[in-house]
């Protein structure tokens, strides 16, 4: 008789434990102070599918230095997490070197995750990575065609590229086409590092008639924003940046993927995730949104005609 | 199959109670379960074309807007209005991603996306239908087909933005899904089916979702209820669906709870059975256990103190009554049986129960002991077959006479063996009884006599032997009881006594010895006792030994001998022996006397002859001298031999007695002799003319022995004999002395004789060398031992007592003193006593010559008389004066005169004690008779 009491409380105390809602531990890596944006996204989409009470962060923001990330690995084991959110290629690249244990990783702000070597390909990682591309190769012809269209006097556009980066033939080649058609001329500028583009910034003079800068999506203009902004600057010619972010420093125009919003979407792809998804079934997705943003103040400063449409059609316009 | 009242009880409470209240829960919950689907399907119907309208409305719409600003862009006819509003529709529009217008041939005349650069007069795919959907940067795009001029304008929409605002919620408990045409899933408000590999049958889906498991995501399996419905115009499914653990949360609430009361009402009715049967079933099952008990045997049973006061306590009542009654009845029989078992199995004769077929029924454990067997090897066997081995009835057996008489009968003596029954059985005599028992058993008693037969046959033997024996030997054998009366005397004791009838009480002279017995109850043995029989005095040997049983005095055992004659008989014997030994002493003295005296004779006769010519008169006395001092030495060694000489001991260096000796002894002859002495040897304390008369002997002995190239090796050194040690000495220190020649040996059939006196080897010896050795050895507390190997060699070991170094200095000291003191001494005025006229007057001549005055007397008064009336300055007393006073009464006469007198004992008794202990007795020295000159002059030096 004893027993079968006993029986019956421990099942009783038994369905109390497992009815408990599991607690999500999702590791946190931040390149930099920008890219809290996507991690607000990101918390704030998990917040809305209605993850808010079963949800553990571990934020780290590296701020660039990433020789943390092993530790910050070691501290992810240590504490048994599920889901690693982290943000930029270098970043991500570092994950998939150092890490030991298959934890899915969601990537933020990777500009070419097959070309950079993350994944295997957009509808399979083949990995434990999956998340939103950045499309930033995808997007250069789209961004032509925009800088055009607002700067319609272009007829060069000056494009920094490092010789050395092994997707500069795709680069040239996605431009290719819609130069053509946008009657503009590209001229390349070849620099390997931040002296050559000074020497570049330096001694070339553009016309304002019918220049304008491109930055491509390589890490080396990326990195020597300032010098392209001087440049822009000096010649009283447009710049067409990269990411809308540059946009805070200088630069005229920018259509790329908003970081919070890329954040955002990646919640439904954790989502998946939590109900058992493997991440190499689960396709790396587009940005849903992309974001015009236009710099008037800089417009205005560099005294440039532009097309006044844009204004209307811009997400965001800084004045 | 048994089934207890508890069981009983149990079952018809489950039967009344929860078996009804499960078969009503679950009607009511299947009733419940059945209203609930019918309002939830009402309820997804209702979401569903909710939701479905909304859909088509959002299209509807969008396509709307966009044809209202086509509408526009026809009215202006502006090209780049139209580019604009492309532009515009991209940039603003949160579903629309794409806009193209192509011709009828599907080239691209110009197109917007949000992603992509259009190239105009790019080849764009026209579609069949105005909606059809898309797939396109990973993302479902519906595109909606719509005529423009004489165009067809392409608006392409994301289904994901879509959806995502229509079904923003996705915590609602309904599940929304969107396949397309082909089963392929689209959109899941919920899961992530949107995976590209996933496809479903839309056929089927209903059957999918709703009655088989769907593992979106290959882990989990949910059960929904759903309902689907077509969109005709979109060719798109829309579905929604609920988790039933959801739809019927509270017809499980109440099938959980329902179950819980069930659970309760278990308990409970496990409960009110328990109580039920402890009330009811406990009494009852506790009188079946006690019926149990009872029919194995077990009546200690505990009876509760308390009984209810209904029917089942009356029961009780009366069953307790009934047992404890039986209880009794059975230990009363129980007792009577163990009783009779134990009486039975102590018997120690054997004891057979058979019934009328001879089959054994019951058998004793003595019987089962001595067939060695176990109880269940016999019981049920003929018991012929079992006793006798046999295949019919036994030949003595009297059970078919018990049968008809019905009495017992009783066989006595049987002889088994002479009945040809077991010739090797140990059971040889038996008594045998045969009673009857129970209706139609026997009881068959055996009492086996073998061993009483065989103690008996025992017994008749010893008897006959005894007897035999006492009539047979010589000796005269009485046994008397305590009382002294005669039971047994043999025919030699008759014949010893003269006996011609045997008196009742013993004998007179065994009397007093049979009270010594009695009392000491010891035996005593009497060597010799002389009887008078018929007035003739015979000599018995006898022994009385008591005769106890168990301690205790039951007689006495006279054994006695006649042995008058025998000891006759030895008293002869002895005679003969003693004259034979003097007779051979004689012998050898004479022998050696007389060649001595030839020798004496034949150099005095010389001297005659020599008279005028000195030297050789002197070389012939001194030969005589020499020959008399042999016959001196030989009386010596029977002096030794008789053991009545004492020993005069000092402190001596025994190598210095061995040189002497042995070469002495060896001057002359081819024998090599080599000295090993161990250089601190002990001194010892020994009569140095003894010592040199064992080496003298034992190097005459070797002399004897060596025929050719005669080696004597002589070896002494210190020993430490100990108490384990085997040698017959006293542990000390002693001086090992090894004797050891290469001469012819000695025969072992006669080594352990050669230390006899008279036993000689040689034709001419006297036999008294080597026993005179051992005698001097032994007189020295020494021993002496022999090995020899016949023809090699003999060698001699001798122990003598060693005395310590110090001892020897402190001597040696005192002899220097008294020399130096006896060199000082010049003319002295002596007294000499001696009966021997002669002898008086050689002595008193020779003192003279020394210078000395001389007194003579022939007796002690005379000494005493001289030395009263002179002043005498040393006394030489002879100790035996024949007819006189001797030197022993003298010297006290003269101790009483003068306390200082200086007296020196002069005899030709060495062994006297006088001489060996001359101070106790008062003198200063002793000379031994005969002495020379020289040793005179030497001793008269000292004082």
Redesign the interface.
Known sequence: ?KKY?FI?LLCLLSSSVFSQNKIYKIGVIIYGDPFLKSFEGFRDGLN???YSKNIKFYLYNIKTDLKKIPKILNEFYQNKIDLIFATTTPVNLAIKKLIKRKIPVIFNEVADPVGCGLVKS??SSGNNFTGVTH?AI??L??R??IFK?MFPYIKNCYVFINPLEEFLNTQLKYLK??AK?LNIKIQPLYATNRKGIEYIVKNLSLNPKSDGIFMSASALPMANVDLLIKFSRRNKVPLMVIDNIVLKQGGCVGYSPDFYSVGFQSSYIA???F???LPE??????P?K?Q?TINLKEIKKLNLKFNK?YL????KVIK | MKISIYKKILIGFIIVSIIPLIIGIFLLSSYFKTERTKELLNILNTKLTFRKNSFIEIIHHEERDIKNLISISKISKNKEYLN?LL??II??SKLIKEIDIIDKNGKLIKGE?????K??GQKTNIPSSKYSIEFL???YFLTIKTDFYDNILLLKI?L??VFENMF?E??SIFKYFIADKDGRLIFHS???YV???NKINVNKLNNILEHSLIS?????TIYYISVISKIKDFNLFFGVSIEKKIAYKQIYSLLTKGSFVI?IIC?LS?IISLILSRALANPINNLVRITKNIKKGIFNIKFPKKYPNDEIGELYINFELMVKTVTNLIKEKQLKINKLNALFNTINDSIYVINSNYEIVLININELAYLNKELSEVIGKKCYEVFANRNTICPFCGIEKVKINKNPIFYNNINLVEKEFRKECKRKYVNMAFYPFEEDEFLIYIKDLTQIYNILNQIELEREKLYVTLHAIGDGVIVVNKNKKIILINEAAKKILKLKTVPENIFSFFEELLDTVFIEKKQIDIKETNIEIDGKIITIENSIAPILIKGKLEGAVIVFRDITEKKKYQQEILKKEKLEAVGMLAAGIAHDFNNILTAALGNISLCELYVNDKSKLIEKLKATEESLFKAKSLTEKLLTFSKGGYLIKETNDIRKIIKESVNFILSGKNIKVEYKFQEDLWPVNVDASQLTQVFHNLTLNSIEAIEKDGKIEISAQNKVISEDSNLPLKPGNYIEIIFKDNGKGIPVNILNKIFDPFFSTKKDGSGLGLSTVYSIIKKHDGYIKVNSVYGKGTIFFIYLPAESNETLLLKKKSSTQKKEISKETTKKRILFMDDNDELREAVKELLELLGHEVFTAKKGEEAIEIYKNNKIDLVILDLTIIGGMGGRDTIKELLKIDKKVKAIVSSGYSDDDVIANYKKYGFVDKIEKPYTLTKLKKLLEKF
């Open positions: 008789m009491f019956f809305k599918i209605g957009l509808e499309a995808e997007l012809p789209k032509l065609e269209d086409t819609p058609f989502d998946k995730i109900k058992g998804a079934n689960i396709p790396i997705e587009y849903e992309i015009l449409n209307i059609y811009a997400d | 604009n532009k515009l940039f603003k996306s949000y992603i992509d650069f190239i105009p940067h990973n993302l994301s994901k933005d923003q996705r915590k919920n899961y992530a995976l590209l590999k979106p995501c290959n882990k989990k659970f308990i496990i």
